[in-house]
């Protein structure tokens, strides 16, 4: 089955700098890549995804990069403000809508 | 995207006995799936329900300890039965996506269950 490894598990920044977060992906035929965020005590929900025909997506300060060949793909937050504190996952679904998650990174942003 | 609560929203329970967490979504769907997310983890599937079928269970999850109904397309319970305090988590059902929208699931707002 699919096995997706995310990296950091932590990570602290201060507002206004960049973060980065990433993930690695095993089954190739994995074509949908969702990131969700969950604020404490609060359910996941989808912020940004990615598609294995696109290499890059962006809205607004997020924006997700897909590498197929090497099967990576990262989450990018540019000028991060505090209301970016939360936990990240990173997924990788093979048509199913059955997502393999991974572990989660906790970003810390200071003001 | 689709409406989902579930009930209750947390509950603390003695070992031993079983609690039932219901989910209501707001528009017909054919899969709902139920996970956990234990203290500081990501998310575990521990099962898909579809109506009209039994749910099917992820490796390390039975029937017997985690028993799932789907009576209609809009609505799912799932029972921990037997609790102990290894069962404390948050319990989250989602849904499938809605047609022409994104190919993720969305997810309910949670059960946050403590067992003593």
């Known amino acids: 089955g699919e096995n997706v490894e995310q990296h950091p598990s932590t990570l602290s920044v201060q507002e206004g700098d960049s973060a980065v977060i990433k993930c690695t992906y095993s089954?190739?035929?994995?074509?949908?890549f969702p990131w969700y965020k969950q604020e404490l005590g609060k359910r996941p929900q989808l912020i940004i995804d990615?598609?294995?025909?696109?290499g890059e997506k962006k809205d607004q300060r997020i924006a997700v990069t897909l590498n197929k060949t090497a099967k990576h793909f990262s989450l990018h937050i540019t000028e991060t403000q505090p209301e970016d504190s939360a936990v990240y996952f990173c997924?990788?679904?093979?048509?199913?809508?059955?997502?393999?998650f991974g572990r989660g990174t906790s970003l810390i942003v200071h003001p | 995207s689709a409406v989902i609560s579930q009930k209750p929203s947390r509950d603390i329970c003695q070992r031993g006995t079983s609690l039932t967490i219901q989910c209501q979504v707001d528009?017909?769907?054919?899969?709902m799936f139920w996970y956990r997310q234990q203290p500081g983890q990501s998310l575990t599937l521990i099962a898909t329900?579809?109506?009209?079928?039994?749910?099917?269970?992820e490796s390390g999850f039975v029937i017997d300890k985690f028993p799932i109904s789907r009576p209609n397309l809009t609505f799912s319970t799932l029972t921990v039965s037997n609790m102990s305090p290894e069962d404390s988590s948050i319990y989250l059902c989602?849904?499938?996506?809605?047609?022409?929208?994104?190919?993720?699931?969305?997810f309910g707002p949670g059960t946050r269950l403590t067992v003593l």
């Open positions: 989602s849904v499938e996506p809605p047609r022409g929208g994104t190919d993720t699931q969305y």
């Open positions: 089954d190739s035929a994995s074509n949908y």
């Open positions: 990615i598609r294995s025909n696109v």
């Open positions: 997924a990788a679904t093979g048509g199913s809508y059955i997502p393999t």
């Open positions: 528009s017909q769907v054919t899969m």
């Open positions: 329900a579809n109506q009209g079928s039994e749910a099917t269970y």
